[in-house]
Nanobody
Framework: VQLVESGGGSVQAGGSLRLSCAAS????????MGWFRQAPGKEREFVAG????????VYADSVKGRFTIFRDNAKNTVYLQMNGLKLEDTAVYYC????????????????WGQGTQVTVSS
């Protein structure tokens, strides 16, 4: 499966963005999907994940209550709605697909997109 992220950009603190991850090559409903992010000089970290049906989600504590992950299997797309953005949310955001489980571990995701930059300014 190929994953392509979009929707990144620059926003002021407190603003919102919606990231999209479009899948091709195989239906996205086959996969557990996750969003990760990586800031300069830091390791890639888990942001949010959703199971195959969209019924179950998990979030990093740092984004809980502000970010929402959801999927539209009919459109083969997964989304990350980001509200109340903070300076520390600045990073490259990556979409990932995994076959094994809904997990915050990068090791359980088999396919990755190229990333989309999110920059939050004061």
């Amino acid at each position: 499966v190929q994953l392509v992220e979009s929707g990144g950009g620059s926003v002021q603190a407190g603003g919102s963005l919606r990231l999209s991850c479009a899948a091709s090559g195989r239906t996205v409903s086959t996969y557990y999907m996750g969003w990760f992010r990586q800031a300069p000089g830091k390791e890639r970290e888990f942001v949010a994940g959703v199971d195959k049906s969209g019924s179950n989600t998990v979030y990093a504590d740092s984004v809980k209550g502000r970010f929402t992950i959801f999927r539209d299997n009919a459109k083969n797309t997964v989304y990350l709605q980001m509200n109340g953005l903070k300076l520390e949310d600045t990073a490259v955001y990556y979409c990932a697909a995994g076959l094994v489980a809904l997990s915050p571990s990068t090791r359980l995701y088999n396919y990755w997109g190229q990333g989309t930059q999110v920059t939050v300014s004061s």
